[in-house]
């Protein structure tokens, strides 16, 4: 069975451009999370969906930051425009949304910002 | 609000057993999650504990009590790949808060 597939894996920007990054589930996972994470730190949730209906995205910086999740599947999470604090890990993790609840995780986006 | 509190660094050494604290507070709670993270990789799931106890699985263990808002994870008979972060994750109403990591060094 295939992970949970993230690309780009690296993307180097200069400050005020745009940058998407791109999520492919666990085939069947309802859930579909993206995080942030800084070096040193644990995961802190941006976005949550269950299919395509955005449940949780109190922590999204809405003035830069969106996200899709087009027919409940593929997602994508935009920035634009990048700011320098921007550069960090993005990672997208689904759930087949049982009572476990475990995350599968991708293996992220290092985004560097010039 | 929620916490969650790991010591942010350990090392042992190869062959031996190490433990690693976590202790939260949270407005809710429906489980308790430890991942592993390797340096520039996704974390990986190792354990889950929903009751209080001991949950044992090869060389890694989890306990949790509950009433005391803690867990910890024991990871016995060390070996070099052992080195990563161990996260510490409440489940809470299919939201995860994480904490910081505990950065575990092993040594020869």
């Known amino acids: 069975e295939a992970g949970v597939v993230q690309s780009p894996r690296y993307k180097i920007i200069e400050k005020k451009q745009p940058v998407a990054f791109w999520c492919n589930p666990i085939s069947g996972h309802n859930t579909l999370y993206w995080y942030l994470q800084n070096l040193g730190q644990g995961p802190e949730l941006l976005i949550r969906y269950e299919n395509e209906e955005a449940v949780d995205d109190s922590q999204l910086p809405k003035d830069r930051f969106s996200a899709e999740r087009l027919k409940g599947v593929d997602s994508t999470l935009k920035i634009q425009p990048a700011e320098l604090g921007d550069s960090a890990v993005y990672l997208c993790a689904s759930s087949p949304g049982t009572a476990t609840g475990e995350l599968f995780f991708g293996e992220g986006s290092r985004l560097t910002v010039l | 609000g929620q916490n969650i509190d790991q010591p942010t660094e350990m090392t042992a050494t190869e062959g031996a057993i190490v433990q690693i604290n976590c202790t939260y507070q949270?407005?809710?709670?429906?489980?308790l999650f430890w991942y592993q993270q390797h340096a520039g990789e996704a974390p990986t799931f190792l354990s889950y504990n929903v009751l209080d106890g001991l949950e044992e699985k090869g060389r890694f263990s989890s306990f949790l009590s509950r009433s005391k808002g803690y867990s910890y994870l024991l990871l016995k008979e060390l070996q070099m790949k052992d080195s990563a972060s161990y996260l510490c994750?409440?489940?809470?109403?299919?939201?995860?808060?994480f904490g910081s990591g505990t950065k575990l060094n092993v040594k020869p």
């Open positions: 949270t407005s809710g709670f429906n489980g």
């Open positions: 994750a409440v489940y809470n109403f299919n939201k995860f808060y």
